[in-house]
């Protein structure tokens, strides 16, 4: 009967998780075709037809905010607090306010449809016929491709590299900031839908599959993809792609060079456009925006932890290494013969006193293992009012401070074989091994206020 239960729960707990772990359509919004998504920490704005949608929830509720708007919507993207949305006719709004109000901001722009806009730092670039860029959010734009002329789609910018894609002559390629250009079409479609750049590796989306170019463009490879691709984003070197001829999303967890489907609870296939925050992955599709949860796709990221000892010849250190998420790390410090463990520290922050410290990986981190010789530390200290007396002593000790310290005893190891609190005025207390010993009396934070040889007989 024992057993019965436990498969019995085994199989709930099975099948709720295979019913919770997918995609869930969101409230929004209420026009269809949404063809594109753009995420600013909680907020979330989406395109479809005339309009622009904006949910501050991820989707459990949706608000229209078309004020000022006009045309078809063929694009939003934000910039910090600014929301931007490319339109028909050479026209690209902004908003400061979630799209409550929207104010034309299309100076210098041609008077041809905004089908992308992409924000890199503190730019943000227009496809349009051609590609251009604004310096004051939108205020003024600049033409960069003076050699060439297209209608561009998709634009992708990673520090002086653009990639422009175009429906009619492939991609172009700029390695100065937009100075110069030159097609990198080599094993490509001359019809790009959508681009992207991750690390040193370039994707482009076209109506026949997915290509991967890891030589700067120099020549591309179809990728097992072979839907249609509307729309390219990506989390670290995690990529999502949305097929747009009913493809659903694919994801890829290397960088591009393999891929699989992510379609369970997708129910609308053809996805227009795709959006990231720090909780969701955002899917635009013939209707509705849906979501999934990252942290059901991605493999949780990884943290480096470095250690050394300070100084080099004062001890060792281990427990360096690449630690995924909320795994426990373990790191201890050794000290060498003639020097003893004071504390580990990170930048000038003292994180422990304990030579091995545990703790859950969550960040980067560099920690130092700071040691201290024991050579001359019987020298009078230059803290007048601190004494430890008498020494040499047969095991009776009193210790003299003017605040409220803890007194650490290490052997001739380094080993620390005892920790005392000590306290304003005159302590005394016994410590009956034999030996020569290392005290060091420490302030609550691990400041060091004193150190003494003493001579256990």
Known sequence: MKNRILLILFLYLTVTQTITAQWTITTGPAQPNVVSVSTSGTNTFAAAGAAVSYTSNNGTNWTLVSNGLSGPIHSVATKGTDVFAGAGGGAVFQSSNNGTNWTNTSTGLPSYDVRSLTVSGTDIYAGTFGVYKSTNSGLLWTKLNQTWNAFVLSIAVSGNTILAATPSAGIYMSSSGGAGWSQVNNGLPTAINAVLIVGTTLLAGTSSGLYISTNGGSSWTATTVTDGIGSLTAVGTNVFAGGSSGGGVFLSTDGGSSWAAINNGLSNLTVYSLATNSTYVFAGTTGYVFRRLLSEVLPPPSYTITTSPNPSN???TIGDGSYSSGNSVTVTATANNGFVFNNWKEGVNIVSSNSTYTFTASVNRNLVAEFSST????????VSSINIYPNPTTGNLSITVNQNCILNIYNN????????????????????DKGTYLFVLVTDKGEILA???MIMQ
């Open 451 to 453: 150190k003494r040889q």
């Open 314 to 316: 004062g001890g060792t």
């Open 375 to 382: 050579t001359g530390m019987d020298e009078a200290n230059p």
């Open 413 to 432: 190891l380094g080993q620390l074989v005892l920790t005392k609190n000590i306290f304003t005025g005159n302590t005394d207390f016994s410590f009956p």
